[in-house]
């Protein structure tokens, strides 16, 4: 079993910062890596960013790559987002999640998830 655990989401402006955490505890050895996505209103879950826990391989979506950095802290097993340039339609519930295989930029990969952090950007 794996456990993750989400912080850093809030109200901020376009064009602010805001750095999530996630706290992974368990069997995280077990792991490739960790992952977030974003679930706004009536949209599907969408990949953001994701980071392999070994080597530190990262991978982005489209959406986010320039803005967005992904980083892990192995001795604690926390991994970040850190997310620049917010728009109003970054505005979602971010969730972390943990992968034992590839790809990581697919929901269906991924048996662990957190239980979110909300992240509202206002124009």
């Known amino acids: 079993q794996v456990q993750l655990v989400e912080s850093g989401g809030g109200l901020v402006q376009a064009g602010a910062s805001l750095r999530l955490s996630c706290a992974a505890s368990?069997?995280?050895?077990?792991?490739?890596?960790l992952g977030w996505f974003r679930q706004a209103p009536g949209k599907e879950r969408e990949f953001v960013a994701a980071?392999?826990?070994?080597?530190?391989?990262?991978y982005y979506a489209d959406s986010v790559k320039g803005r967005c950095t992904i980083s892990r802290d192995n001795t604690d097993n926390t991994v970040y987002l850190e997310m620049n340039s917010l728009k109003p339609e970054d505005t979602a519930v971010y969730y972390c999640?943990?992968?034992?295989?590839?790809?990581?930029?697919?929901?269906?990969?991924?048996?662990?998830w957190g239980r979110g952090t909300q992240v509202t950007v206002s124009s």
């Open positions: 368990g069997r995280t050895f077990t792991q490739l890596g």
């Open positions: 980071i392999t826990w070994r080597i530190g391989t990262t």
């Open positions: 999640a943990s992968t034992e295989r590839f790809p990581v930029n697919n929901y269906s990969t991924y048996g662990y």
